[in-house]
């Protein structure tokens, strides 16, 4: 059930220069989420934010809930600016869990902060599944969470784009379908930016008996579907709601570019 | 705090505005403990909408071209409406024609007894040949909101626009045909652009502005109208706590439409209605 609480922050660090991570008590939110869902967050509890923004649930314990979120605007500058104390709205859990999955492998591929909800995915599927991680980003600072990660992945390949730390390059010149088909991997959840999401789909129509998934973003206003803000475009050109029909959704289904501004 | 219209009686005076608590089907516990619930507007086809982004944030508002996505009628009632036999208040269904005799298709397939009425939505940008919104034009109102009026014996709103139009006007136009009720003041016209890319933000190019940026106007518009017309009016425009519901209804208004605030929180209504009880 769709709940609104007030939620205190434990605490709101960063972790890179524009990354933050916030751990919040939110018991009720926390009682219910699963890998997948996400959460509204109003950024001030007056009107001068006056839409909530979305954030996927990057980690859940018994009563709190974390996010890791990047500034990139008005909103996330501020959030990055409250302290611990402090009271937030959060509504949640919002939109649809990944099923659980059990003695499958499993790659997660990761890019940026995109990380966030593939943190929450991997903590759960590491107890019977076997998980391979492909993480990038720009550069060192940016390779957040990843000893977290670590003991819960059996391979986790790591890559900056300006070689600072890992292999050089973008992640997904590392994933190769040959390994893909010869590990016999059953799922792969992708989570970054969009260009990453349409390359990764195009790179594995060779191997369509694949399952994968990718976490989509769009502009939200209600994040519950009350609004109709947030479609996206299936292959036969129908809208669906990222926040209720998603956001993780199969790759083959969806159209990436009608996510293109 | 019970409000009685002709023959429908709302158990208080909070409505949820069309488009921002989606087709009635979610969110049950909110909608049961409201006066009425209006559905997002339904056209007779239906229509995919607008290319996203379709919202933006701006100043105390928010800017939207959702473009009225909707199953369409057929699908509506097949689908939907028989979820909602269950609903304990009053349904609204908000209706989108783009030409008289859609408006009138449209009221004459939801003459059915789930519904307690219709909103005709004269402010859809959609209507063919014409430049205009129907509520910009009294003449159209009026003939739009006679036509639907034949056709349905339910409770009747006309959904106007303050626009580039004395509402006044066309609220008048709108009673003398047999409206029951008139909803305003809508939204107002709005376009937001990115420097950088030189190009307009939403994917609809232009949206429709609501939230606590057009209260005052929307106050302003429902007291103007108030000195002149003796007519049930149910005022929205950025209503987000209690006493913006107290204004409203000092302005004139009967009844009163929470809209932009229910994206900021769905249960936003159950918060201002035990307010209002205190
Ligand atoms: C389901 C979902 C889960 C998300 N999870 C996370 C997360 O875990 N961590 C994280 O850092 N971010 C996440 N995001 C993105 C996050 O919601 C936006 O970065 C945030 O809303 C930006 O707010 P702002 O006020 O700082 O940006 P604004 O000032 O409103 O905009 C600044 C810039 O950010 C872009 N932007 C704004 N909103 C979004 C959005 N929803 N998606 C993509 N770009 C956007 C704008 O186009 C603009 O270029 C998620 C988005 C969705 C839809
Ligand atoms: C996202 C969104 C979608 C809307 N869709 C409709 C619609 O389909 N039909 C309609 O008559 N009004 C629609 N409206 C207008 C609202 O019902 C309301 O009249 C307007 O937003 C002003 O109230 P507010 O400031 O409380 O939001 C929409 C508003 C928003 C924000
Ligand atoms: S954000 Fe409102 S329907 Fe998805």
Redesign the interface.
Known sequence: M?I?EKAQIIFNNSLSEEIYSMKLNSPHVAKQAKPGQFVMI?ITND??????RPFAIADCTKNMIRIVYRVVGK?TKVLSTRKPGEIL?V?GPLGKPIPKLKNKKVVLCAGGVGIAPLRFLASKLAKNNEIFLYYGAKTKKELILVNELKPLCRKMVLATEDGSYGKKGVILDFLSPDFLRNQKINYIFASGPLPMLKNLELKLQILPEIPVYGFLE?????G?????????KTRE???LRICTDGPVFSLKKVDLS??N? | MTVIIKNLTFKNPLLLAS????LGD??LGVINKMGGIIT?GITIEER??N???????T????L?S?GL?NPGIKKFKTTILPKLTKLQTNLFINIAGSSVDEFTILATELDVPEIAGLEINLSCPNIKNSQRLPAQNPRLVAKIVAAVRKKTSKFLIAKLTANFIDPLITAQAAVDNGADAISLINTLYGIAFDVK?RKPIL?GITGGLS??AIKPFALYCIWHIRQKLDVPIIGGGGI?TANDVKEFLLAGAQLVAIG?G??????LGLKILKELEE
């Open positions: 769709i609104t109003r009107y001068s934010f006056i839409l909530p909103g709205n509504l769009a502009k939200m206003g209600c519950c579907g009350l609004c109709y803000c947030c479609g996206v050109g129908k809208y009608s996510l501004k | 488009g921002t608590f989606g979610k969110f997002k995919l909408g290319p996203i982004p379709r919202i933006f944030e100043p105390s508002g928010i939207n959702v996505e890319t994917g939230g606590p987000m932009s229910n994206l900021v929180d769905p249960f």
